[in-house]
């Protein structure tokens, strides 16, 4: 067969598998999901049996529910903040070059390698009240330290702190967006007499909007759903459901207590939370002109 007569590839040719995989492995568990919502499936049985609204009635009755959703919310409106100030710091701190800067970048990147679990194991020692590096550090300042993952206050910044190492993804976002803004801006700043707090609040920020709003969004719905790793290792939803996310109370549900179908409606919830979560932030943007 000749050159000429071969097909051209188009663009819906690379875009095929990625479409299949799409509604194979997440269309489609979702329609079986809304489903399973509304019967009293266990996990463990064949035919569910349709229940109407009464999975719905059980949510709205639901303290434990309450108080989850408290412990999510509370968690994002602490970690995304803090985990975007670092992303953001560090990326625009090391992307000047400067000696030793290639291994300072590895050693933010570093943690983001290390799986989930290994990470939460790590914490567990770090956070230990007796002989945790972290207490210790309090000691020299005459700090008697902390019993961090049994109190509820604790345990929520003991989960918060771990958060902030695995941060990669957001640092190398910021050091690519950064090495691409114009130097020739900062120069024209600089004869200008802008100094370099200036330079960041006039040019680098503003240039870096859109970037640090995508973190931004991405950010909280990392911090919404895919909390379940820290949390079940380091506390197990506990003390006093302080940690119990969402992500927690629905895996408790769906395969502890065998209630798939109310784990499936909790599911959803979390969807619509995360939506509205994420349309709140994109409107307080608009409001505030940040992308102008």
Do not use: K
């Amino acid at each position: 067969m000749s050159s000429r007569s071969r097909r051209p590839l188009t663009p819906w040719m690379f875009l095929a598998p990625y479409g299949v995989a799409v509604l194979l492995l997440i269309a489609l568990p979702a329609l079986l999901n809304l489903g399973y919502a509304f019967t009293d499936h266990t996990g463990l049985t064949r035919d569910p049996r349709f229940t109407g609204l009464a999975n719905l009635r059980r949510l709205v009755a639901d303290d434990f529910f309450l108080d989850s959703l408290e412990a999510s919310l509370f968690h994002v409106a602490v970690s995304v903040p803090l985990r975007l100030l670092a992303a953001v710091g560090l990326g625009l701190l090391l992307a000047a070059p400067r000696p030793g800067g290639r291994w300072f970048r590895v050693a933010v990147y570093l943690p983001t390698v290390i799986p989930d679990v290994a990470l939460a194991v790590l914490f567990l020692w770090v956070l230990n009240p007796l002989y945790g590096p972290l207490n210790q550090l309090l000691g020299l300042v005459g700090h008697p330290g902390y019993t961090w993952l049994a109190e509820p206050t604790t345990a929520r910044v003991g989960v918060v702190l771990m958060l902030l190492f695995p941060i990669g993804e957001g640092f190398l976002v910021v050091l690519a967006a950064r090495r691409l803004l114009d130097g020739r801006l900062y120069e024209a700043a600089a004869l200008e007499g802008c100094g370099p707090f200036g330079q960041l609040r006039r040019l680098t920020l503003p240039l870096l909007a859109p970037v640090l709003v995508l973190l931004a969004v991405r950010d909280t719905i990392l911090t919404l759903q895919v909390n379940f790793v820290p949390a079940y290792v380091l506390t197990d939803g506990r003390p006093a459901n302080a940690t119990q996310y969402l992500p927690v109370y629905i895996f408790d549900h769906a395969f502890e207590f065998s209630g798939f179908a109310y784990g499936a409606l909790l599911t959803i919830v979390l969807m619509v939370i995360s939506a509205a979560v994420i349309t709140v932030q994109l409107l307080a943007v608009r409001r505030w002109r940040v992308l102008r």
